[in-house]
């Protein structure tokens, strides 16, 4: 069975939520629209999006690091909020195993955020539905668009090609590969979710210089090696 | 719900995709706009752009949001004849009666005297034609917002190298092997800056970002280095001398390609010193950089002319030429200059270990000595040396605004240019790399007016509004060595301030220093807020009057495309379109989106129809240069030359026949020419059918070393890009400094400063780089004031302009003073309290956070989130006024009177530049029974006609339908 | 998590109406075996309608807490795998049974059905109370299991839940029998009363031992396991948004840990020493006010104790959301 997925790499994300918004215009016109903003000229607006970045610190000064942290319905293999929706509005799709929800049969009761220990789901708060990252599913089954379209709004617009997209199931895919080559992760493992979407770990390159490397045969200094002798008095002068 | 499986966008509505240039921020990415029934359904990077590749930021996939905010102008407005400036009290009026209003103004002004009519614009990619409407009308009093912006880094390296990063050139992360970054959080060159470095990380380079704080970019960096705001020159030139020191500096690249071997004249009795020794020979007539200099053969142990065939000359010891005169090379100099700069002697200073400045030099230094790339690319040099291959070190540096805008940032960024230069990675493969018309001459050709006499009335200006002064009698000052310009650019103040400083615009024009004038016309720039320094102050002056009731400024012109908070000052407002509205041209002439292998311009083209009555800024200019017969708009026989902008674009010509005009694509009657060529009247044409860009591709044997690359600067001067194709040496020694120099300790004939300025051009206008505090802190009690401040832009929010966006707004609707918890534990505050902070010019109350990302002697904040109540659509209650804020309250735009003068700009003393970073604060609980809201606060600013109604609680966007509810 | 009171009301409503009329068929049964003196049928029929009331009005307080509250009907779909949903099929079910007892006894539908063993005689009434109180504590257990099911909710994954959840609607409803029987003047008063007295105790326990398991409580998940990164020191700084989102709204109390505190203390008081000391009081004095009191005053601690159930409960995704920046 297939499952798409994202992989996020932490190695190259800047955190500049270029997936956040090209996310929600994609999905507010699309399928899963709209994506309704509350107080949007306002103090305190919200609204929903699919999909947001987060930054953590990690480590004290001066060794901190600053992590940028997307953040969208991670596709569980085990999805604990599908089973618990009493109306069967939330489904993960057979073929792709993209978990969904229904509006049409979803009754706003929250079960399954309660359900979802990522808190990937986001009630709508005017239409009262619940609404989450569909991996851009209207897109990715569009056979209209061209191939190189057929990816997530997100993929597609980040800059530092930071999200991958793919097959899990796949060994060969990019993605199974980022997994097995990069120290690919999941989120929450303690819970047996199995989410399909996957994070790439930070990595570091460190440069060493043994101090004999400091200093070649070929230093240009040796080129300036200026000892003027201008009549001063030396040892060659007075010893014998 | 339907199974999305079957659901096809493009099913759903009338289906249209246009192509265009994204305008979210300068960074300037191609975009393919998707509509709906008309309506913008989708935006998305172009896969076909040069620049952007298909990506696309947070900002441009929130341009839908930009287009249909109720912030926008819709109307021209009139301030009503009895209502007070400021109180945004407003009919609206006609185009008709607006042009009219300001032809009748101008015209008298032009008349009697242009310089009272000043135009500054905030907008950079424009100035082209914002430019040469100023000199048309015969005003100095131009300039874009480059001045408070990043003019340090352009002058610095541009004074040094003949290009620099951004716009003029970048790093090359293809080949580079390791990337030093410093001062960069966010960029304008973002999404190709992001998409390099992934690329570079992923291809296993080292990554190093060094900075006072840890965001952005420097995220993902393999280390991060703090350091202290204001102190990267003393960084800079500790590492350049370790690595002279080591021997690590590419001495054939030095010795062949910069001015390192020449000689320079070292003896302070005579009145040339410091310059280099001239010889006697052929020179290239015109030439401001001739080549008759000497180097030092150490063969026959004696001065011989430079780059003659077969001498290694010497790069140290000091000599005496058989005339008696007592020569060292330049290099020689530098070495003595930076031995004072030891890691010991930076450690204290930038706040990091002496023994990392070390690592840091060595691994520079060692990179660049052996992992040297090799293309086998052939080229000729400038010397007829034809070289087998093309090699390079492969370290690449960026830096933009932590090291402009200081005080010391151009010195800073000389420094930095020096630092490329000894490791020899200058437009060589994995080092820095140029975009054309980079390289240019070190400085490039155009000057500024040299005199009062270049105002004339009903007359264009002699000389252009902003050039690059070369020598004193370059600069725009009077008899008495006083500016002329409002700005008081180009004078003894900021002599080589080559973008203006808009930052004192108002602050002079309201003191009438150095003259007053009538008419202010701003364009895209918040100068009533977040483009401005001293803000409280600031709007106080706009709206003083004289005694007798009428405003020190007298006449604002205001065009913009939103509410913004300086639209509630104009006295008329022009509504400007979004950019999906307009068309555009990202001019070769002006700043365009170059890459390294060849010059890229690009265009914008409508994809929507005005919204109201806006209209394109460029087409207010053409009418009004069209209506005041300003001759490039005028046929000869008076009559009006062209129709709109795009006709303009079309055939305008910088003189007549020269067949260098906006666009570089498709010139020629049939577009088959490029770069010069005759008008072409399908040229908007053919842009729209490839992308709305035009790439040219260099051959790959004028893609690198272009300063000395004698068949691409040949093939630049046939493409009217430079006018000499003589070598553009590197200025490791500046010649040009010290000529400003001598002028301030006498010993040039000519023009000198004024007294009060002698030994501030005499110390700042050093010919090799040095480290001095920032101006600010000396006149600052650091002990009261312990805490540098600073802002940065994130990534999500460009300036001031994104607040009116319903998306972005809730990544950023408000903002915190970031700071060490050490901070906090000094000072009694815990994480999330209200603070005050406070300078010596000002105080704003805000919320903090704790981080321990930011080294502790900082503070920052994100830029310009902070709004004015009702400003930019927002009610007043938004976040953006009550918890946002902005740090610009307590910044300074002059400093302290002190001997030098009474009203000097708080700016770098050589270019100008805003010293927006130098501020020091400190950081203090607020009272427990003060109000859980930012201060200062301001008097809310009221919906403007035209103004789209308040959206209310919701707002469910869906193309196609949303214009429809 | 943040407590809807919507959810707050059904709850205790339910319970309280599930208890009384676990009141009434425990009387019915007492009566049979003669340990109580027989009462009227309408006794039982206003007892019983008394607790469908609380029944509707527990249902109707549950459509406030959904968004789309037409399509309730749609929530009976997935009974294999949704508590939510068996709730939704077993409410209904017992406000039928409860309803249909209430109104064979309006009406004297006693004559006896069939005979079990040796005395037994089998009524409608009797086995409408029987299939009641099965499906009764098949409804405490399906409402209870709706969060007692939530796995990620540690503070609420456990069988205590269950147990809290019966004890204190079986307790209130005993309560509330007392009272209604002080009402009336009927002497069941004691009867009810000392029931109540013992589940409440029973209640007490349950929720001590369930306070004490939550005092102990080893989350599972850490920021660290949240975003995967080994470091002691991860401190969240900015979660995407600045203005709130779902998930700051749905999954946080916004209270004060002091007021937190201060409201367990309030419903630990008033939901069980005081109400024993009212119905102890009451046979002291024999007042028929004190019953109705106890009963009052022990319903708004449970609707505090409710308040608290939810706000003491950490949901792992507040983990991502720590911090505004």
């Known amino acids: ?240 | ?965 | 998590m943040h407590p809807a009171f919507s959810v707050i009301f059904l709850t205790t409503l339910i319970g309280a109406g599930q208890g009384l009329y676990l009141a009434m068929v425990t009387g019915q049964l007492y009566a049979i075996a003669r340990f109580l003196p027989a009462q009227t049928d309408q006794f039982y029929a206003i007892g019983s309608l008394v607790a469908l009331a609380l029944l509707i009005a527990g249902l109707g307080a549950s459509f406030f807490h959904l968004g789309r509250p037409e399509r309730g009907w749609r929530a009976a779909a997935m009974w294999r795998t949704s508590w939510l949903s068996r709730e939704v099929i077993i409410l209904p079910l017992v406000m039928t049974l409860v309803f249909a007892y209430g109104v064979a006894h309006w009406f004297g539908w006693t004559q006896p059905l069939f005979q079990v063993g040796a005395a037994l005689q089998v009524d409608l009434t009797l086995l409408l109370g029987v299939l009641g109180t099965v499906a009764s504590l098949a409804l405490f257990i399906c409402t209870a299991m709706i969060y007692a099911a939530v796995r990620f909710i540690q503070e609420w994954h456990t069988p205590l839940t269950v147990s809290n959840f019966l004890f204190f609607g079986a307790a209130s409803g005993f309560m509330l029998a007392a009272a209604y029987s002080a009402y009336i003047g009927n002497p069941l008063v004691t009867f009810y009363g000392t029931w109540a007295v013992i589940l409440t105790l029973i209640a007490l326990a349950s929720r001590l031992a369930h306070l004490r398991r939550n005092v102990r409580l080893k989350y599972k998940s850490t920021v660290q396991t949240a975003i995967g990164v080994r470091h002691a020191t991860v401190i969240q700084k900015a979660q995407g948004a600045t203005g709130g989102s779902f998930n700051t709204r749905e999954f946080f109390h916004g209270r004060s840990p002091v007021l937190v505190k201060q409201l367990r203390m309030i419903y630990i008081v008033l939901v069980f020493p005081l109400p024993v000391l009212l119905i102890g009081l009451s046979y002291l004095i024999g007042s028929s006010s004190l019953p109705i009191t106890a009963f009052f005053i022990q319903f708004a601690g449970l609707l505090i104790e409710r308040w608290s159930f939810f706000a003491e409960a950490r949901h792992p995704q507040n983990l991502y959301y720590q911090s505004v920046a």
Not at chain 1, 52 to 75: A, D
């Open chain 1, 1 to 240: 069975m297939t499952q798409l997925a994202l992989v996020i790499d932490l190695n190259v994300c800047v955190g500049c939520h270029a997936c956040v918004t090209s996310c929600k215009e994609w999905n507010t016109s699309g399928w899963a629209g709209p994506l309704v903003d509350q107080n949007p000229y306002e103090g305190s607006p919200t609204g929903t999006f699919f999909n947001r970045v987060q930054t953590f610190e990690i480590g004290t000064f001066p060794n901190t690091e600053t992590l940028h942290f997307p953040k969208s319905c991670l596709h569980c293999e085990e999805p604990p909020c599908v089973p618990v929706c009493p109306t069967g509005a939330s489904y993960k799709r057979a073929d792709n195993g993209v978990v969904l929800v229904d509006y049409d049969k979803c009754i706003g009761c929250k079960y399954c955020s309660w359900a979802c220990p990522y808190g990937a789901r986001e009630l709508d708060a005017q239409q009262q539905v619940m609404k989450k990252c569909t991996l851009c599913i209207d897109r990715i089954t569009d056979a209209k668009l061209s191939e190189r379209d057929r990816k997530p709004s997100c993929v597609l617009a980040c800059p530092a090609s930071a999200r991958l997209f793919g097959d899990v199931h796949d060994p060969d895919s990019e993605v199974s590969i980022a997994i097995r080559e990069r120290g690919g992760y999941q989120l929450m493992p303690e819970w047996g979710t199995q989410p399909s979407n996957h994070y790439l770990p930070r990595q570091k390159m460190r440069l060493h210089i043994d101090p004999e490397e400091l200093t070649r045969v070929d230093n240009p200094l040796r080129r300036e090696d200026l000892t003027d002798y201008t009549g001063e008095e030396t040892l060659d002068d007075v010893a014998w």
């Open chain 2, 1 to 965: 719900m339907q199974d999305p499986a079957s659901h096809s966008d493009s099913l759903v509505g009338r289906v249209e995709v246009k192509e265009t240039t994204c305008y979210m921020c300068a960074c300037r990415c191609g975009i393919r706009v998707h509509l709906r029934d008309g309506e913008v359904r989708y935006i998305d990077g172009n896969p076909k752009h040069p620049l952007n590749k298909g990506v696309i930021c947070a900002k441009g996939s929130s341009g839908i949001m930009k287009q249909y905010s109720p912030g926008r102008l819709t109307q021209p407005l009139r301030r009503k004849a009895n209502a007070e400036r400021g109180e945004s009290a407003f009919e609206v009026i006609s185009w008709d009666d607006a042009f009219k209003l300001l032809e009748e103004r101008l015209a008298k002004l032009r008349a009697e005297d242009p310089k009272k009519f000043a135009l500054f614009t905030g907008r950079d990619q424009m100035q082209a034609l914002t430019g040469l409407f100023a000199k048309q009308y015969g005003t100095p009093n131009y300039a874009a917002h480059g001045g408070f912006c990043s003019v340090n880094m352009a002058a610095g390296l541009i004074y040094t190298i003949g290009g620099s990063f951004w716009e003029f050139g970048g790093p090359d992360l293809e080949r580079a092997k390791l990337f030093v970054m410093i001062g960069t959080a966010e960029d304008h060159h973002s999404n190709p800056l992001k998409i390099a470095i992934s690329e570079f990380k992923r291809r296993g380079g080292r990554f190093i970002s060094i900075n006072p704080v840890r965001t952005g970019y420097s995220a993902i960096a393999d280390e991060w280095v703090p350091i202290k705001p204001g102190t990267d020159g003393a960084l800079i030139l500790a590492i350049t001398r370790e690595i002279l020191d080591k021997g690590l500096f590419d001495r054939d690249f030095l010795v062949r390609y910069t001015n390192a071997a020449e000689l320079v004249i070292d003896d302070p009795s005579r009145d040339d010193h410091g310059l280099f020794y001239r010889a006697e020979m052929h020179v290239e007539p015109d030439c401001f950089d001739p080549q008759n200099k000497l180097w030092w053969d150490r063969d026959i142990d004696g001065p011989i002319s430079t780059h003659t065939p077969g001498v290694d000359p010497r790069l140290m010891g000091s000599y005496v030429l058989p005339d008696g005169t007592p020569v060292k090379p330049s290099f020689q100099l530098l070495k003595e200059r930076l031995e004072q700069y030891t890691p010991e002697w930076a450690a204290p200073i930038t706040g990091i270990p002496a023994e990392t400045i070390r690592r840091l030099a060595h691994e520079m230094g060692v990179t660049a000595r052996d992992q040297k790339i090799e293309l086998p690319i052939k080229w000729t040099d400038c010397w007829d040396d034809e070289h087998e291959s093309v090699t390079g070190n492969p370290v690449a540096f960026h830096a933009m605004r932590g090291l402009a805008a200081h005080s010391n940032g151009f010195q800073t960024i000389r420094a930095l240019g020096v630092l490329m230069t000894v490791l020899g990675t200058i437009d060589r493969p994995g080092g820095f790399r140029h975009k054309a018309p980079y390289p240019r001459p070190i400085p490039p050709c155009p000057k500024p007016p040299h005199g009062p006499e270049a105002v004339q009335p009903n007359t264009p200006l002699d000389g252009m509004p902003l050039g690059w002064p070369s020598k004193p009698e370059d600069l725009f000052v009077d008899e008495a060595g006083e500016p002329l310009r409002l700005d008081k650019a180009f004078s003894w103040e900021y002599p080589l301030s080559v973008h203006g400083l808009m930052h004192n615009v108002i602050t002079n024009a309201w003191r009438g220093d150095p003259y007053p004038i009538d008419t202010l016309l701003l364009f895209m720039a918040n100068m009533a807020w977040n483009s401005t320094m001293n803000t409280v102050e600031v709007r106080k002056m706009l709206v003083d009057k004289h005694p007798n009731g009428e405003y020190k400024i007298p006449f604002l012109v205001v065009c913009d495309t939103f509410a913004s908070e300086t639209v509630a000052f104009a006295d008329l407002v022009l509504p400007d379109t979004s950019y999906l509205e307009r068309h555009d041209v990202l001019s070769m002439l002006d700043r365009p989106i170059s890459e390294f292998d060849g010059p890229v311009d690009s265009v914008r083209i409508p994809v929507l129809p005005p919204k109201g009555e806006c209209k394109p800024f460029q087409e207010v200019l053409v009418e009004l240069g069209s209506r005041l017969k300003l001759p490039a708009f005028t046929n000869a026989d008076g009559s009006r030359k062209y129709r709109n902008y795009p006709d303009f674009i079309v055939n305008y010509e910088t003189s007549p026949g020269s067949g260098i005009g906006f666009l570089a694509g498709w010139r020629g009657k049939s577009g088959d020419q490029f770069l010069k060529g005759e008008p072409n009247p399908h040229q908007w044409e053919m842009y729209a059918q490839n992308n709305c860009v035009y790439h040219h591709e260099l051959p790959r044997s004028y893609q690198y070393m272009r300063n000395w690359n004698k068949g691409y600067l040949h093939w630049a001067r046939a493409h009217g890009m430079v006018r000499y194709a003589e070598p553009i040496t590197l200025h490791l020694y500046s010649e040009v400094l010290q000529r400003f120099r001598l002028a301030a300790q006498g010993k040039r004939p000519g023009r000198r400063p004024p007294e009060r300025l002698r030994q501030r051009v005499e110390t700042y206008f050093d010919p090799l780089p040095f480290y001095y505090e920032p101006l600010e802190s000396r006149f600052t009690d650091t002990q009261r004031y312990p805490l540098n401040a600073l802002t940065q832009r994130p990534m999500a929010m460009y300036h001031s302009w994104d607040s009116q966006n319903a998306w972005l707004r809730q990544i950023h609707s408000h903002n915190y003073l970031f700071l060490s918890p050490k901070v906090g534990l000094a000072n009694g505050f815990d994480d999330g309290d209200w603070v005050w902070v406070e300078s010596p010019h000002g105080k704003v109350r805000c919320m903090c956070r704790f981080s321990e990302a930011v080294e502790p002697g900082t503070v920052w904040t994100w830029n310009a989130i902070g709004k004015g109540a009702g400003a930019w659509g927002l009610a007043p209650n938004a976040d953006e006024a009550r918890k946002g804020f902005l740090l610009n309250h307590i910044i300074s735009e002059e400093l302290p009177a002190h001997d030098a003068g009474e009203h000097l700009s708080n700016s770098d003393p050589v270019t100008g530049q805003a010293a927006w970073f130098d501020v020091r604060v400190r950081v203090y609980k607020a009272e427990a029974g003060e109000p859980a809201v930012t201060a200062p606060q301001f008097k809310p600013m009221p919906r403007l006609p035209g103004q789209d109604q308040p959206r209310g609680k919701w707002q469910a966007y869906v193309a196609g339908v949303f214009g429809k509810k």
